[in-house]
């Protein structure tokens, strides 16, 4: 019966150690003879996102950063921006910005600018100004958001530097855990993370307001996490392997870890696919944002931190 029950428990185990390991014990994927490659098409993304934000002037910011009022209606039936557009002018707002959102019935965001301080009454007079010119064609409001042009311009700075700070004491973090080079290493990669995740935004158009900035804040965490997992790893081989090249160590610390990695990046990814398709339109832009982030997260672990340190390590041995 011991013996049953033994090799029952070793099945077990044995099972276990597969779902936990996706990638075999002894795979040996040359990933720091990746690293000049996979760094040559990060500098390219990290010159389109320059290209983007000078071409378009800036990202495009929402009414959390400028200030003014913001209405998120839907209408009962099917509604072009055009026809939108028109019952805008007919009551009075044709200087209003109307995006579409799509949806059933067709979904509309109206931005209405501050001029000099806030009106708490406008968004009320726009919505009866806009049924009366409706007449019959119904629709509902989903949300209503109004912040003043100050407010906008203090909300604007402070996200600005909240997203630099955490960049910054989290390579401080690493500094301290580690050592300086890793540091460097990791505050690079989230720099790049950012960036990269910035850029896409660019490219797809969203605006730029707080939840963007909470995703932003979001990928920092969940990049140095992995970062510290791999940079641990790393510590513990060149203990055991003091005769290996750091470069032989490293590209064996991010094989043992390859697993945790996927395994971890992905159940997070599948819930930022179920909140992108399930949560609505509102917070698209916020799932769109972790979702490029965590997987430029993992990239930048893998191809970017240990290309920073390998340098430091020959920058030393010179």
Known sequence: MARVSESGAAVREQRA???TEIIPQGTRFDFIRLSPYAIAISTVLLLATVALWISQ???RYGIDFVGGTMLHVRFAKDQGAADVRALLEKAGQGSAE???????GGEFLIRLAAEGSLDEDLGEQVIASLREAAGDQTFEVLRTEMVGPKVGKDLRRKAILAVIASTLMMGIYLTIRFEFRYGVGAAVALAHDVAITV???LLLGYEFDLSIVAALLTITGFSVNDTVVICDRIRENLRKMRRETFATV????????LSRTIITTG????VIVALYVLGGSVIHG?????????????YSTVFIVTPVVLLFEGHQRR
Do not use: H, K, Y
């Open 98 to 104: 109307l995006q579409d959102l799509g949806g059933q």
């Open 250 to 257: 490293a590209n064996l610390s991010i094989n043992e870890t």
């Open 286 to 298: 916020f799932a769109f944002a972790l979702l490029v982030g965590f997987i430029a997260g993992v």
């Open 267 to 270: 159940m997070a990814l599948l």
């Open 199 to 201: 850029g896409a935004l």
């Open 57 to 59: 002037g800036g990202p």
């Open 17 to 19: 150690q597969r779902f």
